[in-house]
């Protein structure tokens, strides 16, 4: 008979899945419930609220990515929990499967399960009380304020293509693919810091970002020409009245391969981090 590898076993790996599922699911149940209960109750707040474009997209798009990045933070921070303390972490290190079939265990349910659960979720919820304020302004139309113009029905928000969001989400789905870089860096802080692990990354967090403000605003901007801006994959300039009349760009090709590193290797190099850590960690 063939031994098993040691680094993954896809054997091993599916009974570290199911032990965690029976371990967590009520609890994972009982989340998801609050979770409707919460966008209920807040979508609702906003039909009561807002008499001219109840369910607007823009409501619709904040509500999404807002709640995504609070509660998949929170609820990645406590993947590894158990290496906070000692008797845990010592059960968690003694279980019979390698680091990296716990830190894809770790991804699967805290990335891959927890985008699909809460995006599932949110549209349960959503698409009821979208169908509840188009009734509304059927039954009672109304224009938007200082206008004749009549308010059209509300449509759904497409997470996936950013139809009727903003041009930045639908041109490059910024806030959908940092997500996946947000939700890989708590789990790191979870393995990385023992106590206090969602606070911790936050600070670590809001000082990357501070850091990356500071070196573009004082570093980068002044070595451009006067009048010339960075954008996303290239540079442009503006006219007197703010418009853009001059634009570079990268090739087709650099800017794809731009666009994808941007989206793709901060979540992959935190993943590789994070294996590394697990291997090194003692309680």
């Known amino acids: 008979m063939k031994p098993r590898s040691e680094v993954f076993s896809w054997s091993r790996w599916c009974l570290l899945v199911s032990k965690h599922w029976d371990e967590n699911r009520k609890r994972y149940g009982l989340s998801l419930l609050g979770a ?8 609702s707040f906003i039909l009561v609220m807002d008499r001219t474009t109840p369910m607007n997209v823009i409501y619709q798009y904040m509500t999404y990515f807002v709640g ?7 609820y990645a921070s406590t993947l590894f929990a158990e290496l906070g303390s000692k008797t845990d972490g010592i059960t968690f290190l003694a279980l019979p499967a390698s680091q ?10 805290g990335i891959v399960l927890f985008f699909v659960a809460y995006t599932i979720l ?6 009821a009380l979208v169908r509840v304020a188009n009734q509304l302004i059927s039954s009672s139309p109304r224009n938007y304020p200082n206008t004749s113009i009549r308010v059209l029905a509300i449509p759904v928000y497409n997470v996936f293509t950013g139809d009727y969001g903003p041009s930045i989400e639908k041109e490059m789905h910024l806030f959908l693919f940092a997500f996946f870089s947000v939700q890989s860096a708590f789990i790191l802080g979870s393995v990385y810091f023992s106590r206090y692990s969602f606070i911790k990354t936050v600070v670590v967090l809001a000082i990357g970002l501070l850091a990356i403000m500071t070196i573009h605003v004082q570093l980068i901007l002044p070595l451009l020409p ?17 418009n853009t009349d001059r634009l570079v760009t990268l090739p087709d090709a650099a ?7 941007v989206q793709w290797a901060p979540p992959v190099l935190l993943w590789i981090v994070t294996w590394y850590r697990l291997k090194e960690k003692q309680v």
């Open 226 to 242: 006067s009048g010339w801006y960075n954008g996303w994959t290239g540079w442009f300039s503006r006219d007197a009245v703010g």
């Open 255 to 261: 800017e794809n391969a731009v666009i994808f590193l």
């Open 36 to 43: 409707a209960g919460l966008l209920t109750v807040w979508f």
């Open 122 to 127: 949110f549209y349960a919820v959503d698409i």
């Open 68 to 74: 995504l990045y609070i509660t998949g933070s929170l």
């Open 100 to 109: 990296l079939e716990k830190l894809l265990c770790a991804l699967l349910f």
